[in-house]
């Protein structure tokens, strides 16, 4: 198998795997760890575009200019998206700690809820309360540690 | 590019290693375990780090192996670190 | 029902791939703009290492606005985190071994720092790397001794300045006409420590300014107070 | 090459694999460094050293230091003896 194949593979699992990790999880600390993988598979693709076989590194160390050498472009893009990625994932951390502190949960469904309540308050909207409303919302649970 | 015996023999126990510790990761049973396995597969990393400068004829991969080798020791603090804080 | 549908995106997210995947042209690219640079980067700039060439010579501007986007996080981060409360039970002080290697620890990561930074030109490595591991560096002390105190003042002066001086090494070359952070200076034998003009300048001001904002970050983070 | 490379990716992806499955955040802490540490291998063996020192950097150190915090702080990281 070539190894380029094997590389793309590597890729479109690690973004597949992420995109996975966002959909399903409802731990907010879950997705913050798959949009983690998703970037990095991104990272991967974005250097493979112009992978060459038997390309070196684009550095020329001692004088030695090499026949064929790896695209510089790419990676200085990539550089500097990995540590941007590190300041989003700090921000996406914090911002998990504040919805922590202010409701006591990180489960994504009572945050829903909570935010629906929210704003139904300050607009001042009545929760619905006819004999055809469906059954009154289940208080939010509030749990802590989640599976996936 | 054609390997000497020597950097074969290399790369195959780095591969031993990084088979067993992945083992030893995805199987626990405890975190401590798994975090365990993490750090040896970090230190078996920096070996092959330095091993594919060696295969590849170019000194400047070795930087990449030292700064993995100065910060995975870090990364394993910070892992320590929060565990001992945690245990009164 | 959510997971149903979830799972049903998923599957058509995975043919989706998958339709990519095999009728893509793997391995068939001509990077011109790269063989272009390739050829050209030694004579123009100076910089052994190519990718320096591009980070701060051919995509200097983009460099500086990526830099305020980390700076936009970093600051963000901070508001949301907030003040911590006067009264926070700061963790306890780590063991013997933590305390000690942490002083062995601290100046060889400044040195790996600092060589990251000024080889950055010659080397794999420069501002963004070396950059990250002076943030550890000097996060180490904090983590083996919480409570020590840490001057944020000194770290938005040093942050500040770091960004004012890669803003100003870019002026400096307008008023000969040349565009904004057009390379300067003398640019040297090609792969000698004083080389490749004023871009060692620049990734200083890149490793200061990432050193420290994710250094503030980190401790912020540290000093807010655990949940339990 | 072609089996070093098969075997760092099949790493990856199943320590990506295990970061959304494990119960426990330190295991899945443990799991993201492991993606990130094949990762920068992969960077190496695509040449590009640049990105795989950074990738090193963040993923070795910073990623790990910043998650250990936050998941302290978070409340979310509970030292067992067993289980």
Redesign the interface.
Known sequence: MDTIIILYTGAFGLIFIGIAGIVLSRHLVRIIFAIGLLEAGANLLLLLATWRDGASAPIIVGGRVPALMADPVPQALVLTAIVIGVGILALALSLALRVQHAWGTLDMRAIRLRLEEEIDDAAGIEPPTSADAPAPRPTAPATREGGA | ?TLTTLQLIA?ALL?TG??LS?LR??L????AD??V??DT??VI?TA??AG?ASV?D????L??A???G??????T???????????E | MQRFTSALFLLGLGVLIAAIFRNMDLAASTPIVGDAINAAAAQQVGAANFVTSVVLGYRGFDTLMELTILFTAATAGGLVLGKPRGDARPDPEAGLVLRAGADLFFPLLLVVGLYIILHGHLTPGGGFQGGVILAVAFFLPLLARPGTPMSHRAVSLIEGLAGASFIVIGLLAMPEGQAFLTPLLDKGQLGSLLSAGSLPLLYIAVGLKVGSELAGLLAQLAATEASD | MDWLTLIIVVVMLASAVAVLLLKDFLAALAAFSVVSLGLSVLFVIVRAPDVAMTEAAIGAGLGSLLFALALRRLGLWRARDRG
């Open positions: 590019m790369l591969v990084i088979a992945t990761l995805l626990g049973p405890t975190p798994r975090m396995a993490a597969l970090a990393t092959g780090l594919l590849f170019n000194p400047v991969y930087d990449v030292l700064v993995y100065t910060l995975a020791f870090v990364g603090v910070a892992f320590a670190r929060a565990l001992e804080g945690n245990r």
